[in-house]
């Protein structure tokens, strides 16, 4: 053994092996079958041999054979033995001394405790023994790695060293250069600086890191060790606010560098200044707070780049705070800050007041940077700007002016607002608040969209404060001016906008909803304002309100003969005003007698009134009450929950009109009954919203029941809406069964039963319509959730796609099953709905499609499969799709060939993001996509599929040029007639296609 | 840096998209060419000077395009910012190329210096009315960049 691991370590102090040999010694050491002892022993010999490079060669392999030792290995005797020997040879020939720097950096990362003395013993050594400067780089990193692993795992002995150390650390650091070494260096300044007394050596640390402020630096190419300019710059700017000592040193370096012609160094200069400024203080800052703020106005003034401008203001915030005293406000009315922001003020006046606007709004913000600082600057700069700037806004007649000057002046709105707490600041601008809102109100009632939506936000800010003193009749005149803007403005985020500042403000001042809410119910019974009952519903601020808006518009949609377009309207503001508040408990312990039972009423009591011609309508009233029901199941409480299962599945199963609190004289109903007439069939809308939102296992009374009858009525009942309806109900309650038997209990029966529905009668090819949407969604309930079952309805709907009656409907349903929906089987519904549940189906389904097309003998078969992966792709993420593109692509432009294939809209959307995504898939079927887009383009029927193909003409552009050449001029010429297209939308799409293909001819003219 | 005729111009702001009717949005409706949908065409051009549509400087305004869709007519007046700018014809040479690429051929453009606007307002309205000028120049490969330059789309925030 001691021999081969001699041989070993001859061979690499030779310079003939290599690493593996050092690996082999150190996995026996690590073994314990060769003692350390043994391996120093072993090392005798040429670690006292006379040639230098042999002797540099075994110190260093000691280094490398303890990196590949777990840390810790060495007892604390045995460390001090080789530190002690390492030392000594620190003082060794000058090609041994780098070698035994390298294994002491190694030595002292691997222990964490070393041996009291040793730390000390070890700095000094280095710095009387070595001179870093003559060293490489390499063995300068190692001296740093020494210093800093003692800095980290030894700090008490450094203390103890105190001045000794940071002096010798200064001579080591100064004059080095490369950013390997001083990112490590860096680290170790501002180690030592914020950790120990610099005393009188601050002067001469700071020149070491000062002079490479500001830092410039270009990595290399590839920039191999990964070391960036901003790196360097963060690094740097820790060591400056290490300590406050630094700050006579350092702030006025940085003062100069804002002066700089470089725009980096005075980035730089000012991001510092932003970082030290809170470590410094007052004392560190005051005596150049003059030069400070004159160097950020000059910045700020020249306006060079909004990122420029932003920072130095960033800077002035940063110093002012840091001027700030921290006693009371009113013992220093003539401080320093007050002073210098009273100065600025008088610097900057002939912007505020001048007409040049970019100038003017630039000083204001710097004002307002000033003021936002502390409540000292605040009181001191906003009385002397505020009314220059309200002066500014109200004579500007051009409205992108004005626009610029409110910008400021909702600025200043703000930190008035961010102050008020402190009663010296608000008193201090007391007097123009009442200015300020007038401002803002006539703005308000101007007629330029900009500046009445900035007036709105700022005024309700105003108002939501209370210390302002804004009067009652002031706030009420504001939010009726507010509120009736809502009501009239149709564009949606500006109505969103008004109607969040008037609910803001009602929140912190519930005395002014009286006035609001009778303009906007008298505004809603004259009919005029086409909004008005989103203003009501946005009025709401608690469950006294909810309860006075819910009950207005329960009154007029229980009123007997209202129009039922009406009747839709006023629920859909009912369903707005719940999804408002269901996150506040105090209305939703309400809404079970409010809200959920009376509508149930309304709406059963109207039914008996619906006629033929209003089917559309009632459908329309119907899916909004069911959102209602929908949103009422997953937010009510469990018990409330329970009593509203309870009355529904009564009032469904035995038409109990009582259960929903109807008088004993209401005529018996049979809704569940597929006979019915629509008029009662059509209410299973209510029940199907409710099943879809609520959690199934509060659902227990005769729940089964329902399942069943649900089911029975899917398949038999003639009237599409309430078909459909209950094969949501069936569905959502297979997606939400609990894990385990149940759902096997009611899925079998139901699986045969509307699969020999399907096949059965042909001849009566509506009920096996029926049967196959119903097998469609039990299909989507299976997936969305992930059932081992699923496969089963799946392939069975693929098969069903070979099927020459019922093929166009599966097809079309495959997409629905991949389509996606927030409004079922979602997790906030207590549905199911696993991750990915889409691309499983896709994998598992796809290749039985593309078998089914290749096997399909009639062409109607063939285009069912074509119909059928068009949707499914045009539902997929595109990663999913693009393993299968070269595939896909011929199959989809074959689909675009068939005439009047209703897919082609999705099928050309697929097509577009494949164009985008992977274009040599595209490129060589050039010739067959290019004249294919162009004669949908112009002839297709429908103006969207015209509008996606022109888009996907647009896309080619992005192919290269090479390919397209041939297709140019073509195109340019057929997309011609197209800007003639009766179609405005269809026309704004062909000039941009155009467009696109003619930069692309003029490119490649030479 | 070569000076600006107009270095410091004064900046309007931008309209907001047209709102899509919902007639727009059906198949079976005719949408006549009107004079906002030029005007959308046009407001989007940038100027050669600035980094601005000829919307922002004010240059074409809505009112200032007449459409006739039945008479197969548009009619165009352009502001220049001021009297003596020299890049009035290449505004409107951009206008009338835009328009040339993006309308149907069967219309005829008019484009005209809005009238007391410009110093040599008679000689641009002729230079932009003589077809030939018009199709000379756009041989000309260097103008034509310079053209370019001013119809491609700028990403607007």
């Given at each position: 053994?001691?021999?081969?691991?001699?041989?070993?370590?001859?061979?690499?102090?030779?310079?003939?092996?290599?690493?593996?040999?050092?690996?082999?010694?150190?996995?026996?050491?690590?073994?314990?079958?060769?003692?350390?002892?043994?391996?120093?022993?072993?090392?005798?010999?040429?670690?006292?041999?006379?040639?230098?490079?042999?002797?540099?060669?075994?110190?260093?392999?000691?280094?490398?054979?303890?990196?590949?030792?777990?840390?810790?290995?060495?007892?604390?005797?045995?460390?001090?033995?080789?530190?002690?020997?390492?030392?000594?040879?620190?003082?060794?020939?000058?090609?041994?001394?780098?070698?035994?720097?390298?294994?002491?950096?190694?030595?002292?990362?691997?222990?964490?405790?070393?041996?009291?003395?040793?730390?000390?013993?070890?700095?000094?050594?280095?710095?009387?023994?070595?001179?870093?400067?003559?060293?490489?780089?390499?063995?300068?990193?190692?001296?740093?790695?020494?210093?800093?692993?003692?800095?980290?795992?030894?700090?008490?002995?450094?203390?103890?060293?105190?001045?000794?150390?940071?002096?010798?650390?200064?001579?080591?650091?100064?004059?080095?250069?490369?950013?390997?070494?001083?990112?490590?260096?860096?680290?170790?300044?501002?180690?030592?600086?914020?950790?120990?007394?610099?005393?009188?050596?601050?002067?001469?640390?700071?020149?070491?890191?000062?002079?490479?402020?500001?830092?410039?630096?270009?990595?290399?190419?590839?920039?191999?060790?990964?070391?960036?300019?901003?790196?360097?710059?963060?690094?740097?700017?820790?060591?400056?606010?290490?300590?406050?000592?630094?700050?006579?040193?350092?702030?006025?370096?940085?003062?100069?560098?804002?002066?700089?012609?470089?725009?980096?160094?005075?980035?730089?200069?000012?991001?510092?200044?932003?970082?030290?400024?809170?470590?410094?203080?007052?004392?560190?800052?005051?005596?150049?707070?003059?030069?400070?703020?004159?160097?950020?106005?000059?910045?700020?003034?020249?306006?060079?780049?909004?990122?420029?401008?932003?920072?130095?203001?960033?800077?002035?915030?940063?110093?002012?705070?840091?001027?700030?005293?921290?006693?009371?406000?009113?013992?220093?009315?003539?401080?320093?800050?007050?002073?210098?922001?009273?100065?600025?003020?008088?610097?900057?006046?002939?912007?505020?007041?001048?007409?040049?606007?970019?100038?003017?709004?630039?000083?204001?913000?710097?004002?307002?940077?000033?003021?936002?600082?502390?409540?000292?600057?605040?009181?001191?700069?906003?009385?002397?700007?505020?009314?220059?700037?309200?002066?500014?806004v109200k004579?500007?007649?051009?409205v992108s002016?004005q626009h610029?000057?409110l910008m400021?002046l909702s600025?200043?709105a703000?930190?008035?607002?961010?102050?008020?707490?402190?009663?010296?600041?608000?008193?201090?601008?007391?007097?123009?608040?009442g200015?300020v809102c007038d401002v803002f109100e006539e703005l308000l009632a101007t007629n330029a969209q900009e500046l009445q939506s900035q007036a709105a936000q700022s005024l309700s800010t105003l108002c939501k404060t209370e210390?302002f003193?804004i009067s009652q009749e002031k706030c009420v005149s504001y939010l009726k001016l507010m509120a009736t803007r809502a009501m009239h403005t149709v564009d949606t985020a500006q109505r969103k906008l008004y109607l969040s500042s008037v609910h803001e403000v009602l929140k912190q001042r519930p005395n002014a909803r009286p006035d609001i809410t009778e303009l906007t119910k008298a505004a809603i019974k004259s009919g005029e304002a086409s909004y008005a009952q989103e203003v009501l519903v946005a009025t709401v601020t608690d469950v006294n309100s909810f309860t006075d808006v819910n009950n207005f518009f329960l009154k007029h949609i229980s009123q007997a003969g209202t129009d039922i377009a009406d009747v839709s309207g006023h629920a859909e503001s009912v369903r707005e005003l719940l999804s408002q508040h269901v996150s506040d408990?105090e209305v939703m312990?309400v809404v079970?007698?409010q809200l959920a039972?009376p509508v149930v009423m309304s709406v059963?009591t109207h039914s008996?009134q619906w006629k033929?011609d209003d089917k559309e309508k009632v459908s329309q009233l119907l899916t909004v009450v069911s959102n209602i029901l929908k949103i009422l199941?997953?937010s009510?409480?469990?018990?409330?929950?329970?009593?509203?299962?309870?009355?529904?599945?009564?009032?469904?199963?035995?038409?109990?009109?009582?259960?929903?609190?109807?008088?004993?004289?209401?005529?018996?109903?049979?809704?569940?009954?597929?006979?019915?007439?629509?008029?009662?069939?059509?209410?299973?809308a209510l029940?199907?919203g409710?099943?879809?939102?609520?959690?199934?296992?509060?659902?227990?009374?005769?729940?089964?029941?329902?399942?069943?009858?649900?089911?029975?009525?899917?398949?038999?009942?003639?009237?599409?809406?309430?078909?459909?309806?209950?094969?949501?109900?069936?569905?959502?309650?297979?997606?939400?069964?609990?894990?385990?038997?149940?759902?096997?209990?009611?899925?079998?029966?139901?699986?045969?039963?509307?699969?020999?529905?399907?096949?059965?009668?042909?001849?009566?090819?509506?009920?096996?319509?029926?049967?196959?949407?119903?097998?469609?969604?039990?299909?989507?309930?299976?997936?969305?959730?992930?059932?081992?079952?699923?496969?089963?309805?799946?392939?069975?709907?693929?098969?069903?796609?070979?099927?020459?009656?019922?093929?166009?409907?599966?097809?079309?349903?495959?997409?629905?099953?991949?389509?996606?929906?927030?409004d079922?089987?979602?997790?906030?519904?207590?549905?199911?709905?696993?991750?990915?549940?889409?691309?499983?189906?896709?994998?598992?389904?796809?290749?039985?499609?593309?078998?089914?097309?290749?096997?399909?003998?009639?062409?109607?078969?063939?285009?069912?499969?074509?119909?059928?992966?068009?949707?499914?792709?045009?539902?997929?993420?595109?990663?999913?799709?693009?393993?299968?593109?070269?595939?896909?692509?011929?199959?989809?432009?074959?689909?675009?060939?068939?005439?009047?294939?209703?897919?082609?809209?999705?099928?050309?959307?697929?097509?577009?993001?494949?164009?985008?995504?992977?274009?040599?898939?595209?490129?060589?079927?050039?010739?067959?996509?290019?004249?294919?887009?162009?004669?949908?383009?112009?002839?297709?029927?429908?103006?969207?599929?015209?509008?996606?193909?022109?888009?996907?003409?647009?896309?080619?552009?992005?192919?290269?040029?090479?390919?397209?050449?041939?297709?140019?001029?073509?195109?340019?010429?057929?997309?011609?007639?197209?800007?003639?297209?009766?179609?405005r939308l269809?026309?704004?799409?062909?000039?941009?296609?155009?467009?696109?293909?003619?930069?692309?001819?003029?490119?490649?003219?030479? | 840096?070569?000076?600006?005729?107009?270095?410091?111009?004064?900046?309007?702001l931008r309209r907001k998209e047209r709102h899509v009717l919902p007639e727009e949005e059906d198949?079976?409706v005719?949408d006549?060419?009107d004079s906002r949908e030029?005007f959308d065409?046009?407001?989007?051009?940038?100027?050669?000077?600035?980094?601005?549509?000829?919307?922002?400087?004010?240059?074409?305004?809505e009112s200032?395009?007449?459409?006739?869709?039945?008479?197969?007519?548009?009619?165009?007046?352009?502001?220049?910012?001021?009297?003596?700018?020299?890049?009035?014809?290449?505004?409107?040479?951009?206008?009338?190329?835009?328009?040339?690429?993006?309308?149907?051929?069967?219309?005829?453009?008019?484009?005209?210096?809005?009238?007391?606007?410009?110093?040599?307002?008679?000689?641009?309205?002729?230079?932009?009315?003589?077809?030939?000028?018009?199709?000379?120049?756009?041989?000309?490969?260097?103008?034509?960049?310079?053209?370019?330059?001013?119809?491609?789309?700028?990403?607007?925030?």
């Amino acid at each position: 053994m001691a021999a081969s691991m001699k041989t070993k370590i001859a061979n690499y102090v030779a310079g003939t092996s290599d690493d593996d040999a050092l690996r082999e010694i150190a996995s026996d050491l690590n073994k314990k079958s060769l003692k350390f002892l043994e391996f120093i022993e072993g090392l005798g010999e040429f670690l006292t041999n006379v040639d230098t490079v042999v002797r540099g060669r075994a110190t260093g392999l000691i280094g490398h054979v303890l990196n590949f030792l777990p840390p810790s290995f060495l007892s604390s005797d045995q460390v001090e033995l080789v530190a002690t020997f390492l030392i000594a040879k620190l003082s060794d020939h000058h090609s041994v001394q780098p070698q035994a720097l390298q294994t002491l950096a190694i030595l002292t990362s691997r222990c964490n405790s070393l041996p009291s003395g040793l730390p000390q013993l070890i700095c000094r050594s280095i710095f009387r023994e070595v001179q870093n400067q003559s060293l490489s780089q390499s063995d300068r990193y190692a001296t740093y790695t020494v210093l800093q692993n003692i800095l980290g795992y030894s700090f008490p002995d450094v203390e103890e060293m105190g001045g000794d150390f940071v002096i010798g650390f200064i001579q080591q650091m100064d004059s080095e250069k490369d950013p390997r070494n001083l990112m490590i260096a860096f680290n170790c300044a501002q180690f030592i600086s914020s950790r120990l007394h610099l005393g009188a050596f601050t002067e001469e640390m700071f020149e070491v890191l000062g002079c490479y402020f500001p830092i410039d630096f270009t990595p290399p190419a590839n920039n191999p060790h990964g070391i960036t300019k901003e790196d360097l710059i963060l690094a740097l700017r820790k060591c400056f606010s290490a300590t406050v000592d630094f700050a006579q040193h350092c702030v006025p370096l940085l003062v100069e560098k804002m002066t700089s012609d470089l725009q980096s160094a005075r980035m730089d200069a000012f991001l510092t200044l932003t970082e030290c400024a809170p470590v410094y203080g007052r004392n560190g800052v005051a005596e150049f707070l003059g030069s400070i703020v004159s160097c950020v106005k000059r910045e700020v003034l020249m306006n060079l780049t909004a990122e420029l401008v932003e920072t130095a203001k960033a800077c002035v915030v940063a110093v002012f705070t840091a001027m700030t005293p921290k006693e009371d406000v009113n013992a220093s009315k003539d401080d320093a800050v007050t002073t210098s922001a009273v100065e600025l003020y008088q610097d900057v006046s002939k912007f505020l007041e001048g007409s040049d606007v970019t100038k003017g709004c630039l000083a204001f913000s710097l004002c307002r940077a000033v003021a936002s600082s502390s409540p000292l600057a605040f009181c001191a700069m906003t009385p002397l700007v505020l009314p220059v700037l309200i002066l500014q806004v109200k004579n500007q007649s051009q409205v992108s002016v004005q626009h610029s000057y409110l910008m400021e002046l909702s600025g200043f709105a703000q930190q008035i607002v961010k102050f008020s707490t402190n009663s010296e600041s608000a008193k201090s601008v007391s007097e123009y608040i009442g200015p300020v809102c007038d401002v803002f109100e006539e703005l308000l009632a101007t007629n330029a969209q900009e500046l009445q939506s900035q007036a709105a936000q700022s005024l309700s800010t105003l108002c939501k404060t209370e210390q302002f003193g804004i009067s009652q009749e002031k706030c009420v005149s504001y939010l009726k001016l507010m509120a009736t803007r809502a009501m009239h403005t149709v564009d949606t985020a500006q109505r969103k906008l008004y109607l969040s500042s008037v609910h803001e403000v009602l929140k912190q001042r519930p005395n002014a909803r009286p006035d609001i809410t009778e303009l906007t119910k008298a505004a809603i019974k004259s009919g005029e304002a086409s909004y008005a009952q989103e203003v009501l519903v946005a009025t709401v601020t608690d469950v006294n309100s909810f309860t006075d808006v819910n009950n207005f518009f329960l009154k007029h949609i229980s009123q007997a003969g209202t129009d039922i377009a009406d009747v839709s309207g006023h629920a859909e503001s009912v369903r707005e005003l719940l999804s408002q508040h269901v996150s506040d408990p105090e209305v939703m312990a309400v809404v079970l007698e409010q809200l959920a039972f009376p509508v149930v009423m309304s709406v059963v009591t109207h039914s008996c009134q619906w006629k033929d011609d209003d089917k559309e309508k009632v459908s329309q009233l119907l899916t909004v009450v069911s959102n209602i029901l929908k949103i009422l199941g997953y937010s009510m409480q469990k018990g409330d929950v329970t009593k509203l299962w309870d009355a529904l599945q009564k009032f469904y199963l035995l038409g109990d009109a009582h259960a929903i609190g109807l008088s004993g004289d209401f005529p018996a109903l049979t809704p569940l009954q597929p006979k019915s007439p629509w008029q009662q069939t059509r209410l299973i809308a209510l029940l199907e919203g409710f099943v879809e939102g609520v959690n199934i296992q509060w659902t227990v009374e005769n729940r089964e029941a329902v399942f069943e009858s649900a089911f029975g009525f899917a398949l038999s009942c003639e009237d599409e809406f309430s078909h459909i309806a209950a094969c949501k109900i069936v569905a959502s309650m297979v997606n939400k069964a609990p894990l385990g038997a149940q759902i096997h209990w009611l899925l079998e029966p139901v699986m045969e039963k509307s699969k020999s529905a399907m096949s059965s009668n042909s001849g009566q090819s509506a009920s096996c319509l029926r049967a196959l949407t119903l097998w469609i969604w039990l299909t989507k309930a299976m997936e969305c959730r992930s059932h081992s079952a699923a496969a089963l309805f799946s392939s069975h709907l693929v098969s069903v796609v070979g099927d020459p009656n019922l093929g166009p409907a599966a097809a079309r349903g495959l997409g629905h099953v991949v389509q996606d929906g927030d409004d079922i089987f979602t997790t906030k519904l207590n549905g199911s709905t696993t991750p990915l549940y889409k691309q499983r189906f896709f994998t598992l389904n796809f290749k039985h499609l593309l078998e089914g097309y290749e096997q399909a003998k009639s062409q109607e078969v063939k285009q069912n499969y074509l119909t059928a992966i068009c949707l499914l792709t045009s539902h997929l993420p595109l990663q999913v799709l693009k393993p299968h593109l070269s595939k896909l692509v011929p199959l989809l432009l074959s689909s675009l060939e068939q005439a009047g294939g209703q897919a082609h809209s999705q099928t050309l959307l697929t097509l577009g993001a494949a164009v985008s995504s992977t274009p040599d898939v595209i490129t060589p079927h050039l010739d067959s996509v290019v004249p294919n887009l162009l004669q949908i383009a112009q002839r297709n029927q429908s103006m969207r599929v015209r509008i996606s193909a022109l888009e996907c003409l647009e896309n080619l552009t992005n192919l290269q040029m090479l390919a397209l050449a041939p297709y140019e001029k073509r195109v340019v010429r057929e997309l011609g007639p197209v800007l003639d297209d009766r179609k405005r939308l269809v026309r704004k799409r062909a000039v941009e296609a155009r467009a696109a293909w003619i930069s692309l001819e003029n490119a490649s003219k030479p | 840096m070569v000076s600006l005729d107009n270095a410091n111009p004064v900046v309007f702001l931008r309209r907001k998209e047209r709102h899509v009717l919902p007639e727009e949005e059906d198949d079976d409706v005719t949408d006549k060419f009107d004079s906002r949908e030029v005007f959308d065409l046009i407001r989007v051009i940038n100027d050669p000077e600035h980094p601005l549509t000829l919307e922002e400087l004010n240059v074409v305004e809505e009112s200032n395009v007449k459409v006739d869709d039945d008479a197969n007519a548009v009619y165009i007046l352009f502001t220049p910012t001021i009297p003596h700018c020299s890049m009035a014809t290449l505004i409107g040479l951009s206008i009338r190329v835009k328009l040339l690429r993006a309308l149907p051929s069967r219309f005829k453009v008019d484009v005209k210096i809005s009238p007391g606007t410009h110093d040599s307002e008679h000689a641009v309205n002729k230079q932009l009315a003589d077809k030939e000028r018009v199709a000379a120049a756009l041989e000309n490969s260097h103008l034509l960049e310079v053209v370019n330059q001013c119809l491609v789309r700028r990403a607007t925030g």
